[in-house]
C-alpha cells in the first residue's frame, strides 16, 4: 500500500510559477507510474502528467513546455514544475500511483491563477 501527500498549492498571477510535490510513503519501491491529475470546479479530473518508473514521462497537450514532471527516488518525492500559468489552470491537483494495478490518490491541493 502507499500513501501520497500533496503539497505547494497556493494562489498565484498569471505568467507565474508554482512547484508542487508529492510525498509517497509505504511500499513506494512498487509503483509503477505516478503523476498528477486535476479538476477544476465543474469539470471531469483529466490527466495532467505522469512519470513511469523507468523514467519515461507523458503531458497533457494542455501542458506541454509549460509544466515539468520529475521524481527524486531518495525521497521519495515527485514535482510537477509549473510554468506561465494561466487562469485556465485553476484546479485542485492530486497525485496519483498506480502499483500493481492499484490506483491511489492524494487529498489534492488547491492551484488557483489569478487574472
Known amino acids: 500500500q502507499v500513501q501520497l501527500v500533496e503539497s505547494g498549492g497556493g494562489l498565484v498571477q498569471a505568467g507565474g510559477s508554482l512547484r508542487l510535490s508529492c510525498a509517497a510513503s509505504g511500499n513506494t519501491d512498487s509503483i509503477n507510474i505516478i503523476g498528477w491529475h486535476r479538476q477544476a470546479p465543474g469539470k471531469q479530473r483529466e490527466l495532467v502528467a505522469n512519470?513511469?518508473?523507468?523514467?519515461?514521462?507523458n503531458y497533457a497537450d494542455s501542458v506541454k513546455g509549460r509544466f515539468t514532471i520529475s521524481r527524486d527516488n531518495a525521497k521519495n518525492t515527485v514535482y510537477l514544475q509549473m510554468n506561465s500559468l494561466q487562469p485556465e489552470d485553476t484546479a485542485v491537483y492530486y497525485c496519483?500511483?498506480?502499483?500493481?494495478?492499484?490506483?491511489?490518490w492524494g487529498q489534492g491541493t488547491q492551484v488557483t491563477v489569478s487574472t
Open positions: 496519483k500511483a498506480l502499483v500493481r494495478g492499484t490506483v491511489t
Open positions: 512519470i513511469w518508473s523507468v523514467g519515461f514521462t
